[in-house]
């Protein structure tokens, strides 16, 4: 039974957010017989609500909150009010994610060591190692259901995944595979497999995907120790003179503002806004906002190194059947500068349905040129490009100076200049991708832009030292023992893969801390 | 309120000549736009007749599949009607906007001239405007949003109640 908790109850550990951060701490604190209030912004959709129609299911789930942007990313000119495609419902963007899950690589948890000092880069070594992240890997894996981990098959490759895997064999590519994905190959965890219905951006109508909304949080509940509250908007983290956390201020579903008591804080809204909700938790004490005397809180973020390529040929492909991310290439993610770059990129295929292709293909564009191309649609394969992107201190998270939400929340406006080793990593993977394909026979191929960003990472990084970085290698604020932070904005580096199995395996790690801690009395 | 409608049939060649059609595709009668071959009729009721008949051409232009019928494209720009019906400002912006591409366009106005090229060098003059923005960007949602359309370019929709496509061909290519 979902345990129901008094606002007043200060023994609570409240999470913001419900994602693969949030979602998955409150079940690991739950499952340890810890009480847990989730705070999520958006509402409560079960997976057989899902829609499978790009925009139907986009107004259903995403983050359409305004957003403002600046910088010399396109997306800031394409897409000016929505930088980010990400997830305001429970579950967070675990509902909409594709499913892709890769272990950071060893090098990439050092890349100041490695790379080496970068003008106009504020690279850092996590202050973590793949040797300490391993049994957190294996247990999220185990936990997720990652194909070709623990003895479950890869998936079966669809049209589009065929056509990769042609061209990959032809430029003489050696690591390409259908993926590791937190999609059941096989009946799991009382839920059935992929049906490859081709829908995973829109929410698994199946529940084959791994998301937290249908398996960390109910299974958190089963224990009576966890309550989620839907519709509840974090605005605020309160503090006492001593300067620890005591409770978070949100708005309830009617608007109005609730304040529920905490013995401990964590934070899990995503890149974009758990900085927001601790620059706008300034007070007297802590004037740049909670967590804030490195100054880093909100500075280096990061969206990986994205594009991507489609490409039309003379029959057909339907690449829109089947999963969405229905395979890799991993050559390309070693670190070897002899290509102009630091660091390096994955090629996962990827589709769009005609309309959201008509909106993202290029986004702008009109006439023959662009018509043509989705004119062959059904004879169209594609991937997407993700690649590790340089953190810089420019590109941030601030609050508006004068627009506010609904709540009289300031709005957050991202900023992001692409650093040259982006561009330079984008041009590559540009002209590889569009070789791959030509080696299919490709009749026209077209290097398409970043979208609005599903990745959102680094903005109160991790660090050693507290000058550094916002929170230490527990995701515990430097500054604030009681306050933690949950989600992708702990990175202190972006690496090559998708984000998400390494937001899970820190938060299995953070809840054994935490549970720790709250035993030894510390917080 | 704009309708489309199934135009009743009965307006007789001659007429249609004396009225004048679009490129003798689409037809102005009373507060309609009518297309007397494939028999539907758009009925306006703030923006003039004549401003709709040239937003479906501009559409055209704009976004071109020559495999797709003139209705889809009438159902895309309907909205101006409405929202043109709602806020006078709108309203002026999106009748100023096609005068002016009337008067780029010379004698015959826009709908007047006879290759796509000439009208897509008019409409390359005003495409950072206000107005030509309302039109593209209403029709990226406006047109490509139609189920209707889909299967126009073989994209086949909603696949959950048919089972996914597990059964059916998501690895059915055969020409690699
Ligand atoms: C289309 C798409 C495809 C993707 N594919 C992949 C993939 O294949 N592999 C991969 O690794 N990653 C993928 N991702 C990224 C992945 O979804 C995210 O990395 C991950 O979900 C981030 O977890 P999180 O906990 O940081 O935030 P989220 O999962 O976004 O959760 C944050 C939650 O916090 C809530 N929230 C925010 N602010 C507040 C507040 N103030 N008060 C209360 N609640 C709040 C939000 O509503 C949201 O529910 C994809 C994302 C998208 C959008
Ligand atoms: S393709 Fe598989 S994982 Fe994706 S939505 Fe369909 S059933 Fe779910």
């Given at each position: 039974?979902?345990?129901?908790?008094?606002l007043?109850?200060d023994?609570?550990?409240?999470?913001i957010?419900?994602g693969a951060?949030g979602?998955?701490l409150?079940?690991?604190?739950?499952?340890?017989?810890?009480d847990?209030?989730?705070?999520e912004?958006?509402?409560?959709?079960?997976?057989?609500?899902?829609?499978n129609d790009?925009w139907g299911s986009f107004?259903?789930?995403?983050?359409?909150d305004?957003r403002?942007?600046s910088?010399?990313?396109r997306?800031a000119?394409?897409?000016?009010?929505?930088?980010?495609?990400i997830?305001?419902?429970?579950?967070?963007?675990?509902t909409?994610?594709?499913g892709?899950?890769?272990?950071?690589q060893?090098?990439?948890?050092?890349?100041?060591?490695?790379y080496?000092?970068?003008?106009?880069?504020n690279l850092?070594?996590?202050?973590?190692?793949l040797a300490?992240?391993?049994p957190?890997y294996?247990?999220?894996?185990?936990k997720?259901?990652?194909?070709?981990?623990?003895?479950?098959?890869?998936?079966p490759?669809?049209?589009?995944f065929?056509?990769l895997?042609?061209?990959?064999?032809?430029l003489?590519?050696k690591?390409?595979?259908?993926g590791?994905m937190?999609?059941?190959?096989?009946d799991?965890?009382?839920?059935?497999s992929?049906?490859?219905?081709?829908?995973?951006f829109?929410?698994c109508?199946?529940?084959?995907?791994?998301?937290?909304l249908?398996?960390?949080?109910?299974?958190g509940?089963?224990?009576g120790?966890?309550?989620?509250r839907?519709?509840?908007?974090a605005?605020?983290?309160?503090h006492?003179?001593?300067?620890?956390?005591t409770?978070?201020?949100?708005?309830?579903?009617?608007g109005?503002?609730?304040e529920?008591?905490?013995r401990i804080?964590?934070?899990?809204?995503?890149?974009?806004?758990?900085?927001?909700?601790?620059?706008?938790?300034?007070?007297?004490k802590?004037?740049?906002?909670?967590a804030n005397?490195?100054?880093?809180?909100?500075?280096n973020?990061?969206?990986?190194?994205?594009?991507?390529?489609?490409a039309?040929f003379d029959?057909p492909?339907?690449?829109?059947?089947?999963?969405?991310?229905?395979?890799?290439i991993?050559?390309?993610?070693?670190?070897?500068?002899?290509?102009g770059?630091v660091g390096?990129?994955?090629f996962e295929?990827l589709?769009?349905?005609l309309?959201?292709?008509?909106a993202?293909?290029?986004?702008?564009?009109?006439g023959?040129s662009?018509?043509?191309a989705?004119?062959?649609?059904d004879?169209?394969?594609?991937?997407?490009?993700?690649?590790?992107?340089m953190?810089?201190?420019?590109?941030?998270?601030?609050?508006?100076a004068?627009?506010?939400?609904?709540h009289?929340?300031p709005?957050?406006d991202?900023?992001?200049?692409?650093h040259?080793?982006?561009?330079?990593?984008?041009?590559?993977?540009y002209?590889?991708?569009?070789?791959l394909y030509?080696?299919?026979?490709a009749?026209?191929?077209?290097?398409?832009?970043p979208?609005p960003?599903?990745?959102?990472?680094?903005t109160?990084?991790?660090?050693?030292k507290?000058?550094?970085?916002?929170?230490?290698?527990h995701?515990?604020?430097?500054?604030i023992?009681?306050?933690?932070?949950?989600?992708?904005?702990?990175?202190?580096?972006?690496a090559?893969e998708?984000?998400?199995?390494?937001?899970v395996?820190?938060?299995?790690?953070?809840?054994?801390?935490?549970?720790?801690?709250?035993?030894?009395?510390t917080i | 309120?704009?309708?489309?409608y199934?135009?009743?049939?009965?307006?007789?060649r001659?007429?249609?000549l004396?009225?004048?059609?679009?490129?003798?595709?689409?037809?102005?009668s009373?507060s309609?736009?009518i297309?007397?071959?494939?028999?539907?009729g758009?009925?306006?009721?703030?923006?003039?007749?004549?401003?709709?008949?040239?937003?479906?051409?501009?559409a055209r232009?704009i976004?071109?599949?020559?495999?797709v019928?003139d209705k889809?494209?009438?159902?895309?720009v309907k909205?101006?009607?409405?929202q043109?019906?709602?806020?006078a400002?709108y309203?002026?912006?999106?009748?100023?906007?096609?005068?002016?591409?009337?008067?780029?366009?010379g004698?015959?106005?826009?709908r007047g001239?006879?290759?796509?090229?000439?009208?897509v060098?008019v409409?390359?003059?005003?495409?950072?405007?206000?107005f030509?923005q309302a039109?593209?960007?209403g029709l990226?949602v406006?047109?490509?949003?139609?189920?209707e359309?889909?299967?126009?370019?073989?994209?086949?929709?909603?696949?959950?109640?048919?089972?996914?496509?597990i059964?059916?061909?998501?690895?059915?290519?055969?020409?690699?």
């Amino acid at each position: 039974m979902a345990a129901s908790f008094d606002l007043n109850n200060d023994g609570v550990v409240v999470i913001i957010g419900s994602g693969a951060g949030g979602g998955t701490l409150g079940n690991e604190l739950a499952q340890k017989g810890v009480d847990v209030v989730i705070l999520e912004a958006g509402a409560r959709h079960e997976y057989e609500d899902f829609i499978n129609d790009e925009w139907g299911s986009f107004s259903q789930l995403a983050w359409t909150d305004k957003r403002t942007t600046s910088g010399d990313w396109r997306v800031a000119k394409d897409f000016p009010n929505l930088p980010a495609w990400i997830v305001k419902s429970v579950g967070g963007s675990t509902t909409h994610w594709a499913g892709a899950s890769l272990r950071i690589q060893e090098h990439e948890f050092k890349t100041l060591s490695t790379y080496g000092k970068l003008e106009g880069a504020n690279l850092l070594d996590w202050p973590i190692t793949l040797a300490e992240m391993e049994p957190y890997y294996a247990k999220a894996e185990a936990k997720m259901g990652v194909t070709g981990t623990n003895d479950w098959p890869r998936l079966p490759g669809n049209n589009n995944f065929k056509v990769l895997k042609a061209g990959a064999d032809k430029l003489g590519y050696k690591e390409c595979h259908t993926g590791n994905m937190a999609i059941n190959s096989v009946d799991r965890d009382d839920r059935m497999s992929c049906q490859q219905t081709g829908f995973c951006f829109q929410g698994c109508k199946w529940g084959a995907k791994w998301s937290t909304l249908y398996t960390e949080i109910p299974k958190g509940e089963a224990t009576g120790h966890l309550e989620v509250r839907p519709n509840a908007m974090a605005i605020k983290i309160n503090h006492d003179a001593s300067g620890k956390v005591t409770g978070v201020v949100y708005a309830d579903k009617d608007g109005k503002l609730q304040e529920q008591k905490a013995r401990i804080v964590a934070v899990a809204g995503n890149s974009i806004e758990s900085p927001r909700l601790l620059l706008n938790s300034a007070s007297g004490k802590f004037p740049d906002g909670l967590a804030n005397s490195s100054g880093q809180v909100g500075k280096n973020y990061m969206r990986h190194t994205t594009g991507s390529v489609y490409a039309i040929f003379d029959k057909p492909v339907h690449m829109y059947r089947g999963t969405t991310m229905a395979g890799i290439i991993r050559d390309e993610a070693r670190h070897d500068p002899s290509r102009g770059f630091v660091g390096g990129y994955e090629f996962e295929t990827l589709s769009l349905g005609l309309p959201f292709m008509a909106a993202f293909l290029d986004p702008g564009a009109w006439g023959r040129s662009f018509t043509t191309a989705l004119d062959h649609y059904d004879h169209m394969a594609g991937l997407w490009i993700v690649g590790e992107d340089m953190p810089r201190a420019e590109n941030r998270i601030t609050l508006h100076a004068d627009e506010k939400d609904a709540h009289g929340m300031p709005i957050a406006d991202v900023h992001f200049d692409d650093h040259p080793n982006d561009t330079a990593m984008r041009n590559h993977a540009y002209k590889q991708a569009t070789a791959l394909y030509d080696a299919v026979g490709a009749t026209r191929t077209f290097p398409t832009p970043p979208y609005p960003s599903t990745h959102n990472l680094g903005t109160n990084r991790m660090s050693e030292k507290a000058e550094d970085g916002v929170v230490n290698k527990h995701g515990q604020a430097h500054d604030i023992k009681n306050l933690f932070v949950s989600d992708g904005s702990q990175f202190t580096t972006g690496a090559a893969e998708n984000p998400t199995l390494t937001i899970v395996s820190l938060a299995i790690r953070q809840a054994d801390y935490i549970a720790a801690q709250m035993s030894a009395k510390t917080i | 309120m704009v309708t489309i409608y199934d135009a009743k049939p009965g307006l007789s060649r001659r007429e249609l000549l004396k009225r004048g059609g679009i490129g003798a595709l689409l037809v102005i009668s009373g507060s309609a736009v009518i297309s007397p071959e494939h028999a539907w009729g758009l009925e306006t009721s703030a923006l003039k007749p004549e401003t709709m008949a040239t937003l479906i051409q501009m559409a055209r232009d704009i976004y071109p599949h020559d495999q797709v019928p003139d209705k889809y494209y009438a159902i895309a720009v309907k909205g101006h009607d409405e929202q043109a019906g709602k806020d006078a400002a709108y309203k002026t912006m999106i009748e100023d906007g096609i005068a002016d591409l009337d008067k780029k366009s010379g004698d015959g106005g826009y709908r007047g001239l006879g290759w796509e090229d000439q009208r897509v060098g008019v409409l390359k003059q005003v495409e950072t405007t206000p107005f030509f923005q309302a039109i593209r960007g209403g029709l990226v949602v406006g047109l490509y949003n139609q189920k209707e359309v889909w299967p126009i370019f073989g994209y086949e929709g909603e696949s959950y109640s048919k089972g996914g496509y597990i059964a059916r061909g998501f690895d059915d290519i055969e020409w690699l």
